[in-house]
């Protein structure tokens, strides 16, 4: 299978290139992406062939299908990091909390957040493929809070690999920016960043794009790769959960083989719902996705609108930070798949020079034959997290965003998946305090939910309180480069 580029070629880089490459090296052309030029086909056989498949020998089968270039056994270890989940017979459980809804929940890896899903195999074939090819990659990663500690864990100790992590000061939670800066590893290297996330990730996109930068690198033997969700190497891991709800729908007899269910997806890079998107496409029987934001809503005028407009809007900062995003990295992906690489290529542009792009009706026709949108704002969600808290259901601030896309989106009564993209853990202020709690910090807030929800708060985010800080530096964004050389 290879892999084609989102905004065309440009001549120099190879038109096609196989998975090892595209997640290698996932620049492509014009800074374009790397997207599949085909995807294996979902179809009826294939659900009714993995209906007592585990995760990992339905993720196998898939990948195989996928035919990338990974040899089996490799493919075959890296699914084997599931076994550090929770139940590792069930790393994605799925809970009912209305007769028509679920909730999978897809953070019962290391650093509770859906990011682990992806980035433990990911994170295990990169490091084998450096190992195999005897190259050094330094990944740079700029998160906003929930892609750092995933990448910081998957990447610690691994040979051929160095991590940069950049992460905006402020703009995380306290518990993500204690998984980050307590990483003690000598491939590891946080940076707090003033500014915010789109500042943090203009950043690092200015660095790899620098040639000045790729040269100074190189004269240290060093190549460049990345482990946000412009990696189609985690995008491929996140087509998997979603045939896995599917099937465990239909092993819960809530649905029989063919029948279509709405999938609600909290969104910010679109990473989780292009997986969702690439799913419905192979042919799983899915209605629509139902995309939900908070305030920070550019998607929602996206897919309502056809409008992406920059121009009118600056990020704002909320109870679900890991969605505060106003440039969305995935889209173009989306963008390709639709109208192709002359089209999207002309798209990216305009957003490049004049901050915005508007799509025609029919463009925008097509775009909502797949999603639906609304958004949330900080007192809806709080307000939604206390209603399911008394039913018993505790869900951190960014999955509660999904509550009224479910409510509001939906155009049948069908069954519903609500991907729940974070451990309340990692969240517990906004959460102790929508459930009437007056906590003073995390560590207080942890307790107070714990003790009255008879919830177990992990040891993996427990243990952090206790443990050394080891990366205090905290720059501006020029200062960025300077301080990577001298880790490097
Ligand atoms: C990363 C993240 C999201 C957004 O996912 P995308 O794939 O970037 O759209 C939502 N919620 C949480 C908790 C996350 O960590």
Redesign the pocket.
């Known amino acids: 299978m290879k892999f084609i580029e989102t905004r065309g070629n440009d001549g120099k880089k190879d038109s096609s290139v196989e998975f090892s490459q595209a997640i290698l090296s996932p620049s492509a052309s014009f800074g374009g992406l790397y997207v599949p030029q085909t995807l294996p086909s979902l179809d009826s056989d294939f659900l009714d062939k993995h209906i007592n498949s585990s995760y990992k020998e339905l993720a196998l089968d898939f990948l195989v299908q996928f035919g990338i270039d990974i040899e089996k056994e490799t493919i075959k270890e890296a699914l084997n990091r599931y076994d550090a989940f929770d139940d590792s017979s069930n790393p994605v459980p799925l809970s009912k909390i209305e007769d028509d809804c679920f909730v999978s929940e897809l953070?019962h890896g290391p650093t509770r957040?859906?990011?682990d899903m992806a980035l433990q195999p990911f994170g295990y074939i990169l490091s084998k493929l450096a190992q195999k090819k005897n190259e050094n990659y330094l990944i740079m990663a700029a998160t906003?809070?929930?892609?750092g500690p995933a990448t910081l864990e998957t990447f610690k100790n691994q040979d051929n690999i160095k991590v940069v992590c950049l992460y905006p000061d402020g703009g995380t939670s306290d518990i993500q920016k204690l998984q980050m800066v307590t990483e003690n590893a000598k491939n590891l290297k946080v940076i707090g960043i003033e500014g915010n996330f789109d500042d943090t990730q203009n950043a690092l996109k200015e660095l790899l794009a620098s040639s000045d930068f790729k040269d100074e690198l190189e004269a240290k033997g060093i190549k460049l790769s990345a482990a946000n969700?412009v990696n189609f190497g985690r995008i491929i891991f996140?087509i998997i959960y979603h045939i896995y709800s599917y099937l465990e729908l239909i092993r819960k007899d809530e649905i029989k083989k063919g029948d279509k269910i709405y999938l609600t997806?909290?969104?910010?890079?679109?990473?989780?719902?292009?997986?969702a998107y690439y799913a419905k496409k192979a042919g799983l029987p899915i209605k629509k996705i139902l995309i939900s934001s908070n305030v920070n809503n550019i998607l929602t005028d996206w897919i309502n609108e056809g409008s992406y407009d920059l121009t009118t809007k600056t990020l704002i900062k909320t109870d679900?930070p890991?969605?505060d995003?106003l440039k969305?990295?995935?889209v173009e992906r989306i963008l390709f798949d639709k109208f192709g690489a002359t089209r999207t290529k002309e798209l990216m542009q305009n957003l490049e020079t004049n901050g915005k792009y508007q799509m025609n009706d029919d463009e925008i026709k097509s775009i909502q034959e797949d999603f639906s949108a609304s958004f949330s704002d900080d007192k809806e969600c709080s307000k939604t997290i206390t209603s399911y808290a008394k039913d018993g259901y505790i869900m951190?601030p960014?999955?509660a965003t999904c509550i009224k896309a479910y409510k509001t989106l939906r155009e049948e009564n069908l069954k519903t998946v609500i991907y729940s993209?974070?451990e309340w853990t990692?969240f517990s202020p906004v959460v102790a305090k929508a459930l009437g709690y007056d906590a003073k910090n995390d560590i207080e807030a942890l307790d107070i939910i714990s003790k009255n929800s008879n919830l177990k708060v992990p040891s993996l985010i427990r243990n952090l309180l206790d443990k050394d800080i080891i990366h205090k530096d905290v720059v501006q964004k020029e200062n960025i480069k300077h301080e990577m050389l001298k880790f490097l």
């Open positions: 953070y957040a859906f990011k906003s809070g929930d892609t969700s996140q997806v909290p969104s910010g890079n679109f990473g989780n719902a292009l997986g679900s890991a969605m995003i969305s990295s995935n951190d960014h999955t993209t974070a990692k």
